[in-house]
């Protein structure tokens, strides 16, 4: 039985998110993570096999605090099932700890492929639960939008424990994604926003309603298709989000590469420090960008469209 999830990419309100302001993500449907479940003989228990990261096998006996084993443990306990002997191999395209969600992605094929060898239904809101405990573990105090928008897989308005609402896009739009090829750790920027809070609260606070009204904003700027103030938007955030500290210099030469060959705006995404960076690109200039990317130093440039589902 196989089954995959998504990577994502925040498009606006990362950290101000954590704080209980909203933030707005959407899924690349074409970089996906993928589970397959096979048969094993009988009294082997169940074996995960991570294909892409050095063929690390995690035995649910033997490694029973492995992430992906607590996952599967949550997922067997949910449907009252016991260990099952089978192999689960996880592949995946999404780069790791570069702020596309692989891990979210990862954990939901997982979960998924279990449930349907199990012939176990298992609704989306379900699911969502169980994959943000586990994010938990990666990420101490995750806001929840990674695994909503991986596991939801559509465009998203997201509001801590509160809101999710899909968004309509009025018009396509074409992002490019640029890797930094710098793995950073989401954990560590977080916590280090946090003590910035907590330092200079005031000043820290009026940036993270900043971002928030810029979230409102860009939400009715994405419904009617206003893709040049959604640019100066993205600018605008980016800004914010260097004054909180995440950005860093690879991430700023992509952002201001993408804007110099074209782009109608550009931010980083995710976590920051490291990772990726997205532009929003007319289709005439995708091309120029890209290159622009490349030679600003990205390891990778991926493209997706944001649209309605
Ligand atoms: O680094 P990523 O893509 O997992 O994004 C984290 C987004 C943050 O807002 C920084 C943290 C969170 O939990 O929402």
Not at 9 to 32: M, Q
Not at 38 to 55: A, F, N
Not at 247 to 262: F, K, M, N, Q
Request: charged share 15%; net charge negative.
């Amino acid at each position: 039985m196989d089954a995959s999830a998504p990577a994502k990419t925040i498009l606006f309100g990362e950290h101000a998110v954590v704080y209980g302001y909203p933030g707005i993500a959407t899924p690349i449907s074409s970089l996906r993570a993928r589970a397959a479940t096979r048969p094993e003989t009988m009294g082997s228990g169940l074996r995960i096999v991570l294909q892409d990261m050095q063929e690390q096998s995690i035995r649910l006996r033997e490694n029973p605090e492995h992430p992906l084993a607590i996952a599967a443990q949550l997922l067997l306990d949910s449907v009252s099932a016991p260990e099952p002997d089978w192999t689960i191999t996880v592949t995946s395209d999404i780069p790791i700890a570069s702020g596309l969600g692989s891990g979210a992605a990862v954990t939901t094929a997982l979960m998924r492929a279990l449930a349907s060898a199990l012939g176990a239904s298992l609704a989306n809101e379900h699911l969502n639960e169980m994959v943000y405990a586990v994010e938990k573990i990666h990420h101490g105090t995750p806001s929840g939008i990674d695994n909503t928008v991986i596991v939801f897989e559509k465009p998203l308005y997201f509001r801590r424990g509160t809101v999710m609402e899909s968004i309509q896009v009025g018009k396509p739009i074409t992002l490019l994604i640029g890797d930094t090829g710098v793995s950073a750790s989401t954990r560590v920027a977080v916590s280090d926003v946090r003590q910035l809070f907590n330092s200079q609260v005031s000043a820290t606070t009026q940036r993270l309603e900043e971002i928030g009204s810029l979230v409102e904003r860009s939400r009715q700027l994405l419904q009617v298709g206003a893709v040049i103030k959604l640019g100066q938007c993205m600018i605008q955030n980016h800004q914010l989000l260097q004054w909180l500290t995440v950005s860093s210099p690879e991430l700023d030469r992509l952002v201001d590469a993408a804007v110099t060959a074209g782009a109608l705006g550009a931010k980083l995404s995710g976590g920051g420090r490291g990772g990726n960076m997205i532009a929003l690109v007319q289709p005439d200039s995708v091309q120029s960008v890209r290159e622009a990317l490349l030679s600003a130093g990205a390891v990778h440039v991926f493209q997706t469209k944001v649209e309605t589902c």
